[in-house]
């Protein structure tokens, strides 16, 4: 059996779509029986699972999780002389030279829209930043790349 395993509250329609068009099997990590698995896919779930073939290890999705980690490892790879992630600022003060873009800041550890500031101007530049560091959140600043929809592998 191939089991694509899920936290309660993530994935529920995206895993529900996959399941619907592939032979795997969504499954809850709170609901997960001893069974027989083939392949485990992990969809945002660290749970210790039994299977012969796990596709992502609990330390990559963990990694995955700390957007800021995941973007400082992925920013000097390239696709054909491309970066692969959007232009990214790890500190305030870097970002400061190209201040003119509209940008979007980000907690480092975020999900499903939460924590997003979309920014034209440096003052909201620094508020959103300045609301974050007072709840004690790490941070980053992204390029704005408008779009109508994103998939993320």
């Not at 300045?130 to 704005?144: F, P, R, T, V």
Request: proline share 3%; net charge positive.
């Amino acid at each position: 059996m191939n089991i694509l395993l899920r936290r309660r509250k993530l994935g529920r329609t995206s895993c529900r779509e996959i399941s619907a068009r592939t032979n795997i099997v969504t499954v809850r990590n709170d609901r997960l029986a001893d069974q027989a698995i083939d392949y485990l896919f992990r969809w945002g779930c660290t749970s210790n699972c039994n299977a012969q073939h796990t596709i992502n290890k609990a330390e990559a999705i963990s990694l995955a999780n700390d957007k800021k980690a995941t973007r400082l490892l992925l920013t000097p790879l390239r696709n054909k002389d491309k970066p692969i992630i959007p232009k990214t600022w790890f500190e305030f003060n870097d970002w400061l030279p190209e201040a003119d873009k509209p940008v979007i800041v980000r907690a480092s550890h975020h999900a499903q829209g939460r924590s997003l500031f979309y920014c034209d101007t440096k003052v909201q530049v620094t508020e959103a930043v300045n609301k974050l560091q007072a709840k004690g959140k790490a941070y980053y600043i992204s390029e704005y790349i408008a779009k109508e929809a994103e998939y993320r592998v």
